[in-house]
């Protein structure tokens, strides 16, 4: 069964008030994002202008474009309506959120079966037609797993934004219908976990989980993993742990140091305060730091302070900056404007040039007396396209050799890192590493499928050792 739109029945009342999508917004926005068609019924046409605005309003302007009249459910016009809603002619399962039995007829008569998605409330006046089902939302992503007739199907709860699995939905990594034995369901992260199950894997960007509170946090989070390990967590919490903060690319240094890589970590050292400028000139010769340095936050993610970022050109200015701390100052590499980022999902990887900051000695040049020798900025929203990509990249086997390396290293399967090339010495440095990244390369659509099939037959196959070891090992695994 192919499960490939979904109709939602909305409707005025005299008041101008709105029906029809509650409890829907993050649902709905993850199948547009991800290709699937989507429809909106209205009750007249009259309607039509008024609904726009209401749409609007309520932050589902993306949908003004598939409003389609309730009028037009006739048997012999379905066809124009499904057409209307760029639905192939080849799919065999329909979603609506309410009833409209012309319209469920006319599928049956077409397709002989026609699952049909409802809200919860209003059920008692439903007309059974075939083998139709009325499901909550959130039951969306579970009723497409049932209905996929594949006995080995992988379910994998994604625990994240929304924001988050919509952009990773849009480049096709995350799909609600089955793909390649894999179908991924989007968690409430406002609500517990053990309510919404059931799925064979656990796929979470941890970092965006409060530590504490109501709903799904961190916390709770290590105590439902704790309480079923049959469940394939997808990278440990403690190893995403370790790399929100930036003190762990200390760590990372002295090892490839000590194991003589091909490649390096700038110096860099931890400072807790910023005006005590003796401590601050000791810290710099201690660790053989040189001006200009990059000044991050401690905390590499998660709070928008995190990515508030200085460039400082003189250790006065240090002083000035608009930094929290404790925070990590790490020495300048000059890498001609070029940032190679590096995204790794298990086996596979890619890399993709970006326009980065340009040589210090630009930057300085650019400054007004104002700036006090510091360019403060936002990493997540400084523009950067005004700089030319150089076309040369960093040699692949030195990329796997840190991905190797940094794999080991955190404990990781997914993640990504930053890498750049230093001017005149032609030395490869990492800059930064986070978890879970943006996978912005045009090969990772399949990554997480490829990932998720691998991770859960490992998992199984250690399950069963260890039932074999419990069993006392007389016997092979039932």
């Known amino acids: 069964m192919t499960v490939f739109g979904v109709i939602i029945y909305a409707h005025l009342d005299i008041d101008g008030t709105f029906h029809g999508l509650e409890g829907a917004e993050d649902v709905v926005k993850w199948l547009v994002a991800g290709g699937i068609a989507v429809g909106l019924l209205y009750t007249a046409a009259k309607n039509a202008p008024l609904l726009k605005v209401k749409l609007s309003l309520v932050d589902w302007g993306f ?22 809603l ?24 077409v397709h002989g079966v026609c699952p049909v998605l409802s809200p919860p409330h209003n059920l008692q006046d439903m007309t059974a037609v075939g083998e139709m089902r009325c499901l909550p939302w959130t039951d969306l992503p579970h009723f497409a797993a049932d209905s996929h007739r594949s006995q080995s199907l992988v379910r994998v ?8 699995q919509r952009e990773l939905s849009r480049k096709g990594l995350l799909q609600l219908i089955p793909t390649d034995g894999v179908i991924f369901i989007p968690l409430d992260l406002n609500q517990p976990l053990q309510g919404q199950q059931p799925f ?3 796929l979470h960007k941890a970092t965006d989980l409060p530590e504490s509170g109501l709903g799904l946090t961190w916390e709770n989070l290590e105590k439902w993993v704790d309480a079923n390990p049959e469940v394939l967590l997808v990278d440990p919490l403690w190893a995403v742990k370790q790399v929100t903060s930036r003190g762990f690319l200390l760590y ?4 490839a140091e ?20 003796a401590a601050l000139q000791v810290v710099m010769q201690n660790q053989g730091l040189r001006m200009p340095c990059i000044l991050k936050p401690m905390l590499a993610c998660g709070p928008k302070w995190s990515h508030d970022l200085a460039i400082v050109f003189d250790i006065r200015a240090l002083s000035n900056a608009k930094v929290r701390t ?7 590499i000059d890498h001609s404007s070029v940032l190679h980022k590096v995204y790794v999902a298990g086996s596979q990887v890619g890399v993709s040039a970006q326009p980065s900051w340009p040589d210090a000695a630009i930057m300085q040049h650019q400054l007004s007396p104002s700036d006090h020798q510091m360019m403060s900025f936002n990493s997540l929203a400084s523009p950067l396209r005004d700089y030319p990509v150089p076309a040369a990249g960093v040699p692949m086997h030195l990329v796997h050799q840190a991905v190797d390396f940094l794999r080991s290293a955190t404990h990781l399967s997914l993640f990504g890192f ?18 879970f990244p943006s996978y912005t390369v045009a090969s990772s659509s399949r990554w997480l499928t490829s990932l998720l099939k691998k991770q859960m037959q490992q998992h199984e196959q250690r399950a069963q050792g260890s039932d074999w070891h419990r069993k006392g090992g007389s016997s092979a695994p039932a």
């Open 418 to 435: 930053d890498m750049v090339v230093q001017n005149n010495t032609g030395r490869i440095y990492i800059v930064d590493i986070n978890y």
């Open 63 to 84: 949908m003004a474009r598939h409003l389609v009249a309730s009028a037009k459910l006739l048997p012999h016009t379905l066809r124009h309506v499904l057409d209307e």
């Open 86 to 109: 760029d639905m192939p002619s080849q799919a065999t399962a329909l979603y609506m959120t309410q009833p409209n039995k012309t319209l469920m007829q006319s599928w049956t008569e």
């Open 326 to 332: 404790p925070a990590l100052l790490q020495e300048y």
């Open 200 to 202: 064979h894997a656990l």
């Open 258 to 277: 000590r194991m003589d890589m091909p490649f390096a970590f700038p110096a860099a050292s931890m400072v807790e305060g910023l005006d005590d400028m």
């Open 157 to 164: 709860g994604v625990a994240m934004k929304s924001e988050r």
């Open 252 to 255: 990372l240094s002295e090892q």
